[in-house]
């Protein structure tokens, strides 16, 4: 067996890494982040096999580097993302992604008597203080927990 | 508070609470006062709510305001699919001030986003119902002359009663102490449990209604309804648990008030009525003092 550790997915010379997505949210992601509308180099890789969990999905972008603001914006569907800041093929720093404190039109409310159910309204959630995740939303003021969290 | 939505009863600090309670007391005083004259307040009821309109109707036209509105969805361009976004919109180049009534929850904070003019809450499902909560507010300081450290005994409903909800979160700036008695079904949500512990306020839970009320300051009742129970047979058990008759009030405090956001079903047995202690009318008539102190503060008129 070779030491040498075959890529799934081609390294990239300057740009930012993507790992340990859930393969099933990679598209979300990518929508999330707007690179199906990025002229940037991108690859990507997914269904491959992960220590953490089933399988994951991994995303390459070349020549662009995130606000964290931006990234962040992925915690809520993918809370154990690492990201690797490359330049020229190696890694000069990793970052780990934070829900933020206001998360806007990723989820949606549980609550069906919610008015963002019931309109075309971006919604709107704040963080709660607690153990397990928990959004409270800023119009009808129901908290959203995990185990109910749809993404949008 | 000039300019500003009433939309959640936490939108209000405590000075601007002590502050609208004042005002309250003032109008009752003296409740006809031409300081709406020239206004227009748009008054729209997506769905009837026949005692708060009314209520807030009384408030506008004693301060010479005028009114403009409708009383259910069905006479509004909702019924051809307009977007409460564009009602808003409109409405809001028409009035000054906007009441609103609708059936979904946060509609209300949506429309104050809209809304070129303020929005008043009068309630967005079973959410918020911020003038309700303040004329509970100047009921209690009216009945014990202070809103401290009072002994606070909600019974019935606690865990859909948004009333109950939003008066806990108001009195819980003067160092109250709760009780709650409500069947196991309908107890108060723990979300509501965890704020009080980080606020460090008392409360005891309770399961039967008995003597423990004679060390109430204020007995808030609400309605046990039955579409809140899903199994009828768990209803038929508890529906006559949780009524105040008369005999119940002979132990308890002189100061003790009865309050009820009204209607009543069959919760007070109505030989109540006639005791002192019972205040839920007087309530209903405070709401109107309220609502006066409420729009004449975000009109900037006082």
Known sequence: MSKKKELSVNAIKEGTVIDHIPASYLFKVISILGLDHCENLITFGTNLGSNRYGKKAIIKVADKFFEDEDLNRIALIAPEARLNIIRDYEVVEKKEVIVPQEIIGIAKCFNPKCITNNEEITTKFNLVNSNVLALKCHYCEKITTEEHLVIL | ?302
């Open chain 2, 1 to 302: 508070m000039k300019n500003r939505s009433l939309v959640s009863i936490n939108d209000f600090s405590k000075e601007e609470i002590l502050k609208i309670v004042e005002l309250a007391a003032k109008f009752e005083e003296n409740p006809n006062q031409d300081l709406l004259k020239n206004k227009v307040v748009a008054s729209l009821f997506f769905e009837p709510s026949t005692r708060t309109r009314l209520s807030f109707e009384t408030a506008i036209n004693r301060l010479g305001g005028r009114v403009v509105g409708f009383t259910d969805a069905s006479s509004s361009s909702t019924t051809k699919g307009e977007t409460l976004k564009d009602t808003i919109k409109m409405i809001s180049n028409y009035a000054d001030l906007i009441v609103m009534r609708h059936p979904l929850e946060g509609s209300a904070r949506y429309a104050s986003e809209q809304s070129g003019v303020p929005i008043v809450n009068a309630g967005d499902g079973a959410n918020q119902h911020p003038t309700q909560t303040m004329l509970d507010l100047y009921s209690i300081q009216k009945t014990q002359g202070t809103l401290e450290n009072l002994n606070i005994f909600m019974v019935g409903d606690l865990k859909y009663g948004r009333t109950v909800h939003s008066l806990l979160q108001a009195m819980a700036h003067f160092n109250p102490v709760f009780n709650f008695i409500s069947p196991e079904e309908l107890r108060i949500p723990d979300e509501y449990k965890y704020w009080l512990d980080s606020k460090g306020i008392q409360y005891y839970e309770h399961s039967e209604f008995t003597d423990i009320i004679s060390r109430a300051d204020i007995l808030y009742m609400t309605r046990v309804q039955r579409e809140r129970f899903a199994d009828p047979i768990e209803y038929e058990k508890v529906k006559n648990v949780y009524i105040l008759k008369n005999s119940m009030l002979e132990n308890t405090k002189d100061n003790l008030r009865i309050l009820h956001p009204l209607p009543r079903v069959n919760e007070i047995s109505t030989d109540v009525d006639a005791n002192p202690k019972a205040y839920y009318f007087e309530q209903a008539e405070n709401g109107v003092y309220a609502r006066m102190a409420i729009m004449s503060s975000i009109l900037g008129v006082v």
